[in-house]
């Protein structure tokens, strides 16, 4: 990929440009419709080479002092180059600007040492399947 890279806050993104790096990225991804995902977040930034969407991660709030990390999700082409620790950094900065005073994420065991990278604690928490 070329071009420079952007990052940008909460820029308008389309269902189509969300499930291509959504399918590049997460083997087995489902096309889905993002528009109302977005329209329930905080904030959520997107990184850019060019016009390509290489880069996501959503944050969402709980209308007090939480927030949430999302679908942190970096093309394959653009892995190892330190954009998914961008990407956190720039959604927990947005996310303290908008007023959180805690940000939490969850991941899959095998992802604990980038989240350490990015300064996320281990903690105690529960999970319910629902469906």
Same mark, same amino acid.
């Given at each position: ?10 820029? @308008?993104? $389309? ?14 991804? $489902? ?18 080479? !060019?016009?390509?969407?290489? !880069? ?15 679908? $942190? ?8 180059? !330190? ?29 604990? @040492?980038?989240?350490?990278?990015? !300064?996320?604690?281990? $903690? ?8």
């Amino acid at each position: 990929m070329t071009g420079p890279l952007r990052l940008e806050v909460s820029p @308008p993104l $389309t269902d189509a440009a969300l499930n291509a790096l959504f399918s590049g990225a997460w083997p087995g991804h $489902t096309p889905t419709a993002f528009a109302p995902r977005l329209a329930r977040s905080l904030a959520w930034i997107a990184a850019f080479r !060019g016009d390509r969407l290489v !880069g996501y991660v959503n944050v969402a709030g709980d209308g007090g002092v939480h927030a949430f990390l999302l679908d $942190t999700t970096v093309h394959p082409g653009e892995r190892r180059r !330190g954009l998914g620790t961008r990407l956190v950094e720039a959604a927990s900065g947005e996310a303290a600007r908008l007023g959180a005073e805690w940000l939490h994420v969850d991941y899959e065991p095998e992802l604990a @040492p980038f989240y350490a990278e990015c !300064g996320f604690g281990p $903690t105690a928490a529960g999970l319910r399947r629902l469906r």
